[in-house]
């Protein structure tokens, strides 16, 4: 069994939003409704400066805060490492949202509560999500970490000491790993 | 800057409405139940061309239920390897956007009105037949922005003899071109991939798009390349560069002149390329002696030690060293210098030995299509030469016949030379200089005919709007946008039928022939169009129809021929230029106007884009201002210092006026830019009151501009102009 996990460079994001366009389309969402985000950080002062985007959405933890205060088990971490909220059975009380360290999920306007998917449905179809195939600078990396011969899994073999997590202080360990700037 | 748009009958567009209920109610209204059944329906893919912009990316579009899905980016094509920007995924949505209209709309007492293909053709034809007795054929007009249609529009003005077709390159380009027309006989590509050490002045791929080169800065990096970045503003292709340099803007070429003043003092240059395929080294020597670093630091605020050092990384690279071959800022069509800077970018390439060297500027391979004659004889070519003096001694000789000088149009409306115009794909009063004047031109027109699918401002003023399909609902012309290492020819495909009453582009043009008595020179259909331009390339429309896009010819090789210059060489002297008048060497020449350095609310006044939105066309797209809305993107920018000297807090409103315009704005605060000036996204200002999400949101920096024409290109010089900031 697969275990899916992402790389995010930090280095490499330009800022565009076509990951957020093209994930709202692959998962039939409305205009205001987002699956990932972007924070703005700048730095230092003219004309000595930078800027970065980092791009964020769920993190897959391992240890998910919001799959363990979901009273009715709609958010459910999967074999393959995927954290999902079963639609028909989420009620709509939003303690996964104020669980979550990461301010990625959403309330739809149906009701219940959704956020990244890992595009799942189309992965397991053979594709690759969305976010990660429309980038023009190559930020996101998809694929099974436990397969050693995925581009993700060399990726972090070779790149140990610049790789970062979010928030490693409240233990969640996400599956989403950064490449740090 | 806002004019009272006219009212459309609530009567008129439900009769229009009622031919298309079906397709309304599967289109339009109905989101939420098409997603959910979606889930599980079956797709159908088809390869056809992104119209989010003038890129043209080639795209997988993907249909269920009738309703387009998603889009994705072809792998094969040159200009986005497979990649997607935003506008790319949001911009589909536009073709359920209920602000489309439904049939062709005639404006009668101020009103629109719904009427049928045929009324609108006869009335039309009508109109033009005596507007051509009374003021002959050089009084009508075309105007688009680029699309695959453009040599059928140029056919139609030709057959009824008239010179006046015109692009937007005059508010975009024109002074690039002339430039490298002038020096190396014609616009080169950069070979960013291979290259070893990239210079990129005044222009953004990553905020106004160009996927491949993005792919490629990326690609270069990962080579080991340095990316050095030169832009008053911290762009966002500067997030991916080693250096930023916040040059002074309406400067670059004073920078420009003292990286070739190192070159040239310290023999850093490739001395073989230039004795062997350059003229006028000589002349180049004696007048760039005048600019050493140490003159420009003053003027450009780059420090001469940062100027020397890099000119050396650079040259220490050479032939594998470029400077982008530019864009719109700081080259195309800004300054009253933007020729004689991109004359000294092209000089200082050809002085690296890079001119279609690998890693270098390259000639890439274009696919030549075929001729339609003598299958379908052509029209003879139009008598006289175009009323806005382009190619003409004395007036713009340097100005491109091809582009013509579109915002000159209301100018030639108002002096009564221009009585007739279509425009399509494209909305001048929101993206010419000068709102207030480029209305009063296009009203003075006796016939104003817009092709769009939208109530644009343009359209919101014509006396006949024709609905043109949305990209993705209609076949077109075959297409040559994506050149490169190997040429490609690709082809604009009918993914969804289309809502509503509306027509191809294609269609209109040989539907507006015949009604005029001009069939003959289009008597053919667009399938045998398409056939015969593909001819001697190769390749089948069929085969075409089935991949999207397919390469043609022969695949790029590097080295050194005989140029398209007078003396066939790199012209570093140009003579041409000398004998109309021009320095032969690119000379310092000041900005036009700079901002009082005592006034504390003086700035220049700049612009560039964002990567969410093209021209005045994407703003009111839901998916795409959303992002704009989250994320306060429509803000000026000013630096932070100057707004503090006057009172302005980040996202306080502020107040903005120039010579011709006033407008209030919420001001974000940053590090990131020159002092000297604030930066205005492109895009917003949206005051047409049909388009309903864009409408009164933010500013247009066209609402500040003078009318103006640089005397080289007769271009816009759309930086040149100063403006007064205040808090509100
Ligand atoms: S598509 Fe890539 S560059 Fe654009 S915002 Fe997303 S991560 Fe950043
Ligand atoms: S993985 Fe899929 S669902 Fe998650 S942010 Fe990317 S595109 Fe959206
Ligand atoms: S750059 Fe974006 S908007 Fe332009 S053609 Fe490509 S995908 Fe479409």
């Not at chain 2, 990239?198 to 270069?220: E, S, T």
């Not at chain 2, 071959?325 to 080259?331: F, L, P, Q």
């Not at chain 2, 495909?493 to 289009?522: C, H, M, T, W």
Request: charged share 20%; hydrophobic share 35%; with cysteine.
């Amino acid at each position: 069994m697969a275990r899916y996990g992402m790389v995010i460079d930090e280095t490499k994001c330009v800022g565009c939003y076509a990951c957020r366009v093209a994930c709202q389309n692959q998962n039939h969402l409305r205009e205001n409704e987002a699956y990932n985000y972007l924070e703005e950080r700048e730095f230092g002062q003219f004309p000595h400066f930078n800027r970065e985007f980092l791009p964020i959405q769920c993190q897959h933890c391992d240890n998910p805060p919001c799959v363990s205060v979901c009273p009715t088990g709609a958010s459910h971490k999967r074999k393959d490492g995927v954290v999902l909220v079963n639609e028909k059975d989420c009620i709509g009380c939003k303690y996964c949202i104020a669980a979550c360290p990461y301010n990625v999920r959403i309330i739809k306007q149906e009701g219940y509560i959704e956020k990244c998917r890992f595009c799942i449905d189309f992965v397991e179809e053979g594709g690759k999500p969305a976010c990660v195939t429309t980038c023009m600078t190559g930020v996101r990396m998809f694929g099974d970490l436990d397969d050693p011969t995925s581009a993700i899994a060399q990726f972090i073999a070779r790149n140990g000491h610049h790789l970062r997590v979010l928030k490693r202080e409240m233990n969640t360990k996400p599956r989403i790993l950064y490449r740090k700037a | 800057m806002q004019t009272k748009p006219l009212k459309i009958s609530r009567r008129s567009f439900l009769q229009g409405s009622a031919v298309t209920a079906g397709a309304l109610s599967m289109g339009l209204l109905d989101f939420q139940s098409w997603a959910k059944e979606s889930a599980q329906t079956p797709v159908t893919r088809i390869p056809t061309i992104c119209g989010g912009c003038g890129n043209r990316c080639a795209i997988f579009a993907f249909v269920k239920n009738g309703r387009i899905w998603k889009v994705e980016g072809n792998p094969e094509a040159n200009g986005n390897q497979g990649v997607l920007c935003p506008k790319g995924h949001g911009y589909i949505h536009d073709l359920y956007n209920p602000n489309r209209i439904r049939s062709p709309l005639k404006r009668v007492n101020g009103s629109f009105q719904a009427i049928s293909w045929e009324q609108a053709y006869k009335e039309i034809a009508q109109k033009i037949n005596l507007i051509l007795l009374d003021n002959g054929p050089e009084s009508i007009f075309w105007v688009n922005y680029p699309q695959s249609n453009q040599a059928y529009a140029l056919r139609l003005m030709h057959s009824m003899g008239s010179p006046h077709y015109f692009t937007h390159g005059s508010t975009c380009f024109t002074a690039r071109n002339a430039a490298w027309n002038f020096t190396v006989g014609k616009l080169p590509s950069n070979d960013l991939a291979n290259s070893r050490f990239i210079m990129i002045v005044g222009r953004n791929p990553a905020g106004g798009i160009d996927l491949a080169q993005v792919k490629d800065i990326v690609k270069a990096k990962e080579k080991g390349a340095k990316v050095v970045v030169v832009d008053p503003r911290h762009n966002e292709t500067a997030i991916l560069a080693d250096e930023w340099l916040p040059v002074k803007p309406g400067t670059d070429l004073a920078l420009l002149l003292a990286m070739i003043n190192v070159m040239v003092e310290e023999k850093l240059y490739d001395k073989a390329f230039v004795a062997n395929n350059t003229v006028g080294f000589a002349q180049l020597e004696d007048e760039i002696i005048n600019y050493p670093p140490q003159w420009a630091e003053k003027i450009c605020d780059i420090p001469a030690e940062t100027i020397i050092r890099l000119t050396r990384e650079m040259a220490h690279e050479k032939p594998h060293a470029l400077i982008h071959r530019g864009y719109h800022g700081a080259i195309g069509a800004q300054y009253l210098n933007s020729f004689q800077t991109a004359r000294a970018l092209a000089i200082a390439n050809a002085l690296l030995g890079n001119i279609n060297r690998k890693g270098g500027i390259y000639f890439p391979e274009s696919a030549e299509l075929g001729e339609l004659q003598p299958a379908h004889p052509a029209p003879a070519g139009p008598a006289g030469p175009k009323a806005d003096g382009t190619g003409i001694p004395g007036r713009y000789p340097l100005g491109s016949y091809g582009d013509g000088i579109s915002h000159a149009i209301p100018e030639l409306a108002l002096r009564g030379v221009l009585k007739c115009g279509f425009v399509y794909h494209h909305n001048p009063l929101r993206t010419n200089p000068n709102p207030k004047r480029v209305i009063a031109g296009y009203k003075k027109l006796d016939l104003l005919v817009v092709i769009d699918p939208v109530l644009s401002e343009t359209a919101s003023i014509a006396h006949y709007v024709l609905p043109g399909t949305f990209y993705l609902e209609a076949n077109e012309a075959v297409d040559t946008k994506h050149y490169g290492k190997r040429a490609q020819v690709t082809i604009p495909q009918k993914v969804v039928e289309p809502l509503f009453d509306s027509r191809s582009g294609f269609q209109i043009i040989v539907d507006l022939a015949s009604n005029l008595g001009i069939g003959k020179y289009f008597n053919f259909t667009l399938d045998q169009a398409n056939e015969l331009r593909l001819k001697p390339l190769g390749v089948t429309l069929k085969d075409l129809k089935a991949r999207g896009i397919l390469p043609v010819g022969q695949t790029w090789k590097e080295g050194f021929g005989k140029l398209g210059t007078p003396s066939g060489k790199v012209e570093l002297a140009s003579s041409a230029l000398e004998n109309l008048g021009y320095p032969a060497i690119p000379r310092w020449e000041a900005p036009l106007v700079s901002p009082d350095d005592k006034d504390p609310h003086s700035f220049r006044l700049i612009h560039g884009k964002q990567a969410i939105h093209t021209h005045a066309m994407t703003a009111n797209q839901p998916y795409l201002m959303a992002i704009s809305r989250r994320y306060d993107m429509i803000r000026l920018l000013i630096n932070r210092k100057r707004a503090e000297k006057i009172g302005l807090k980040d996202g306080d409103v502020a107040e903005i006026k120039s010579l011709v315009g006033e407008g209030k704005i919420r001001v974000k605060l940053t590090e990131g830019l020159h002092p000297s000036c604030v930066w205005l996204p492109s895009g917003y200002g949206i005051f047409s009151k049909y388009l309903t999400t864009a409408y009164d949101q933010g500013l247009s920096y066209n609402d500040f501009l003078p009318t103006l024409f640089d005397p080289t290109v007769g271009h816009a010089m759309s930086s040149e102009v100063i403006v007064q900031v205040k808090k509100a």
